[in-house]
């Protein structure tokens, strides 16, 4: 294994989707996590869902191109009650999966529920508690903004955790 794990975590979407990229180092059997970068991806409003598509490609392809992830890893999509946007948000999803297979082979992909007990140690975490330890974990004097980007932090740091059993 390598002495250093870069993970990409995507929190999906397609009118805004985060991602937060961290590196594992490993020294003296533990492992160091450190955050090399975070943000959101917006699609303008405006445009048709081809070209937002379109748009979110062309922005994974950048990320993945500078961080050069190991790992990326998604949010799977839980059942939302509103059809349209589940639909919508399963083709941003699909993006994301294509980028990954073109640049490793392989995606990584949690529960919303997985994601909450590997960052926070609950299961049924708010929003905010799980903000709040991505903050703790990173070691930022806040939490990151916007909140996509922090769940898509919390992504990252949960396959860390579920992976390579660091938190």
Request: with cysteine; glycine share 8%; charged share 25%.
């Amino acid at each position: 294994m390598k002495s250093e794990k870069v993970i990409l975590g995507i929190d999906p979407g397609y009118a805004r989707m985060g991602w937060g990229v961290i590196k594992l180092v490993f020294s003296n059997n533990q492992y160091k996590m450190e955050c090399l970068g975070f943000g959101c991806i917006e699609t303008p409003k405006e445009e048709e869902m081809g070209t937002r598509l379109a748009f979110l490609n062309d922005a994974l392809k950048q990320i993945i191109g500078h961080y050069k992830p190991d790992d990326i890893v998604i949010e799977e999509l839980f059942f939302a009650k509103n059809v349209k946007t589940a639909l919508n948000v399963a083709h941003a999803r699909g993006i994301v999966l294509m980028r990954a297979a073109n640049h490793s082979g392989k995606i990584f992909q949690y529960r919303p529920n997985q994601i909450k007990l590997a960052t926070t140690g609950e299961q049924k975490a708010d929003k905010k508690l799980m903000q709040t330890c991505v903050a703790k974990i990173l070691g930022f004097p806040n939490v990151p903004k916007p909140d996509d980007a922090a769940d898509a932090l919390a992504v990252a740091i949960a396959h860390a955790s579920l992976t390579y059993g660091h938190r």
